[in-house]
């Protein structure tokens, strides 16, 4: 994680931040007992097929562009960060989750493998769980265009997301758009829930 993090310092980085209402998204969540950071994981998906710049990442002779999405959660563990990746992530919800679960198991019995915790390529970061995180900036990890910082909701009822870019890979406006869409997808809950 450190070398990791110390490749994304030079990083060229700009944040983009929106304030949205996620109750409808916990309720439901909730009501069918499924994993938030999933729904949002499949709202950044839809998202990033939208807006195809966010699956790219820089590289020394240019841009890449990807295919797959595959995006990693942020995950904090005894030994510290790390960042287990949901591949194809526009796959069914279920499907998600089951591959979820695996990777879990997999952390907790400490036999994740590197293959499971590289080549994503867009980076979800939630500090909701924790009262009084009302917004904060995520470093984005080499490889990625884009992390997105999901905060606690604020004493106005809304959650912060905050998308940290590479701005090598995209620009202000291509954020604000990302997350417009974004907007859009985590307000429409019963497609995500499928």
């Known amino acids: 994680m450190a070398e990791n993090m110390a490749h994304s310092v030079n990083t060229p980085t700009f944040h983009v931040t929106i ?22 994981v499949r709202a950044c998906a839809l998202g990033i097929h939208e807006h195809p ?36 992530t526009l796959r069914p919800l ?14 907790e019995h400490r036999r994740l493998k590197p293959a499971d915790y590289s080549g994503a390529t867009f980076y979800l970061s939630n ?14 990890p080499s490889g990625a265009a884009a992390i997105l910082a999901v905060a606690a909701p604020s004493p106005d009822g809304l959650t912060r997301l905050t998308l940290s870019c590479d701005h090598r890979v995209v620009a ?15 307000g429409a809950v019963d497609a995500l829930q499928q």
């Open 19 to 40: 304030a949205a209402d996620l109750k409808p998204l916990h309720d439901a969540a909730h009501a069918k007992h499924q994993s938030l950071s999933l729904l949002l």
């Open 53 to 88: 710049d966010f699956n790219a990442c820089w590289t020394p002779a240019g841009l890449a562009r990807r295919e797959r999405i595959d995006i990693a959660i942020a995950v904090d563990t005894p030994g510290g960060l790390i960042t287990p990746v949901l591949r194809d």
């Open 94 to 107: 279920d499907e998600l989750a089951e591959d979820w679960r695996e990777l879990k198991d997999k952390l």
């Open 127 to 140: 500090l909701g769980p924790f009262a009084g995180v009302e917004q904060f900036d995520a470093i984005v």
């Open 172 to 186: 202000g406006a291509d954020a604000a758009r990302f997350l417009a869409t974004l907007s859009k997808h985590l």
